[in-house]
């Protein structure tokens, strides 16, 4: 895949350098600030979908390149196809559990009249806020080691 004679997978691999960590952050600070649910909500599931999407788009482009360069054989660039598929499936699962809390845990409405939020003081909320966090650090960790693993790749 190219775009302007461009290989593809450099420029994706940028929107998933900026959602994937925003995403993973923006997932803790959803699942352990109550207060910023309502503001945040909406923001967290867009860059979810948003990396997901990134992902999947820098997956099926960088097995071109590395299919047309001749690179699929070179170690490095296996381990870094292997990260790389590691975080499209992290991020794919990401965005059901980001879902899922986006659903299921309130948080105090920005409408006066309150309408709209949720109470989140059940077991269920703590258990979605965890699962949530537990996600969102993964998240961060399959971003860097992808992202590591392409750096060595291209630079050693």
Known sequence: MELNG???HPLIVHAVVVFAPLTGVAGLVYAAVP??????RWPLVIAAVLAAGA?????????????????????AVHTHEEAGELLRNVLLANVV???????????RSALASGRGARDSRGALSWVVAGLLAVA?????????????????????
């Open 136 to 156: 969102s650090v993964v998240v961060l960790y399959a971003a860097f080691r992808a992202g590591d693993t392409g750096a060595r790749a291209v630079w050693g």
């Open 97 to 107: 559990v980001v879902a899922l809390a986006a659903w299921l845990l309130g948080g």
């Open 35 to 40: 207060r910023w649910r309502w503001w945040l």
């Open 6 to 8: 461009l290989p593809l």
């Open 55 to 75: 992902a999947v788009l820098a997956a099926a482009s960088g097995e071109d390149l590395a299919e047309a360069r001749g690179l699929d054989v070179l170690p």
